[in-house]
């Protein structure tokens, strides 16, 4: 008897670049995930330590504490918000709870990958509406992409790894309005970008945002994901999670989650780094920098004719670690960079021009 279901045998790993987790140093600077480096809130730390003495008990099931400070913020009851850890654990969720055998799910690469993935672990089917050249998403194609089967579509919002906002609201209230099934609005990078649709979501039933406290809120390392959407489909999410995973949030994570209290601060910290160390990588003039709305900017190194994976490897060499987009299905033309420590900034872009200008060199000689 085979003990694998097939659909698992059949995976091909994502290249999340966590095997090189184990060679990592003090010395290296990891910019591989868009993290935020800023220190976090005193305030918030100190949630975080009183949890300590509690490690022995169990923490609120279902993540209701976090849960509550969500519907503090949103201002959506709690029937609309469930979390889970990270969006990887909603989008994990949402496929338990509505991908059928067969079921239709559209991406729109270069994208993040796990919509696709999860989708494939239920035995859905993925079809795919690539982004234009200029990381548009051309709306017609979209809808023409839809069939009888179509269950799903997974927007990016805005999208990683381009950056950019791919659908106004105006445009998502029009699939809206012309698809039946469930549109996913994914906002990790919310705070960072202000643009939300989550007020749709008391007018339309076919929606579900998705949030995370990992990029301006500065807690990838707890691991906090959530999803507001219709009561309907909330109370199902929760439905599995409870015969599932009921104890979802650790007391560290749900004690940490007083941070949505002080998006704002936390926000506008992100935003002034982010703007400083975006000049300073203008300064290297043989790469093109393109801003983002999310938690790292983009270089594009197609004009000198070098590619990226290329620039990847020599920085990897000197302890400096930028994210390989090809598991987002991206060309090798763009480095996507994440935001580092202030005291760091100086050594990125030193390494970074002097690998720029070594490779220029030797495609000279």
């Known amino acids: 008897m085979k003990i694998l279901r097939k659909i698992v045998s059949d995976l091909k790993p994502l290249s999340w670049e966590e095997g090189k987790r ?10 591989l995930y868009g993290e935020n480096p800023l220190p976090q809130l005193d305030v918030v730390k100190k949630k975080i330590i009183a949890e300590l003495d509690k490690m022995n008990l169990y923490p609120e099931s279902m993540g209701y504490n976090t849960i509550d400070l969500i519907s503090e913020a949103t201002s959506f009851s709690d029937k609309n918000i469930v979390v889970d850890n ?10 338990k709870t509505i991908i059928d055998p067969g079921d239709n799910v559209i991406v729109t690469p270069p994208t993040f990958p796990v919509y696709a993935s999860t989708t494939k672990l239920m035995n859905g089917i993925v ?23 179509t269950k799903v579509i997974y927007i990016s919002n805005p999208n990683n790894p381009t950056g950019n906002i791919l659908l106004t609201n105006k445009q998502i209230e029009f699939i809206l309005n012309n ?20 007020d749709l979501v008391n007018k339309y039933d076919n929606i579900i945002i998705l949030r995370s406290f990992s ?3 500065n807690l990838a390392g707890l691991r906090i994901g959530y999803a507001v959407g219709p009561k309907y489909l909330i109370s199902a999410m929760k439905q599995v999670l409870n015969d599932c995973n009921p104890f979802v949030l650790n007391r560290l994570s749900q004690a ?3 941070a949505i209290r002080y998006q704002d ?19 290297i003039n043989k790469l093109k920098i393109i801003d983002t709305e999310t938690s790292f900017l983009l ?19 000197r302890g400096i670690l930028i994210k390989d987009c090809s598991v987002y299905g991206f060309e090798d033309i763009y480095l996507r960079i994440s935001i580092p420590k202030k005291e760091l900034e100086d050594k990125v872009i030193t390494n970074l021009r002097e690998v720029v200008d070594n490779i220029c060199k030797g495609k000279l000689k």
């Open 256 to 258: 940490s989650s007083i």
């Open 22 to 31: 184990t060679k990592f140093s003090r010395e290296t600077i990891n910019l």
């Open 127 to 149: 079809t795919e509406v690539t982004l234009e050249d200029d990381f548009s998403l051309d709306i017609n194609k979209l809808m023409k992409a839809i069939n009888e089967k």
């Open 265 to 283: 601060i936390l926000s506008k910290q992100f935003i002034s780094s982010k703007k400083r160390f975006k000049s300073k990588l203008e300064s």
């Open 86 to 95: 990270g969006i990887d654990g909603v989008l994990n969720l949402l496929a």
């Open 179 to 198: 698809f039946s099934g469930l549109l996913v609005i994914d906002e990790c990078y919310y705070g960072i970008c202000k643009e939300t649709a989550i």
């Open 215 to 217: 990029k301006a809120l």
């Open 299 to 317: 270089a594009d190194v197609s004009k000198i004719d070098i590619k990226a994976s290329e620039i990847i490897s020599k920085l990897s060499n």
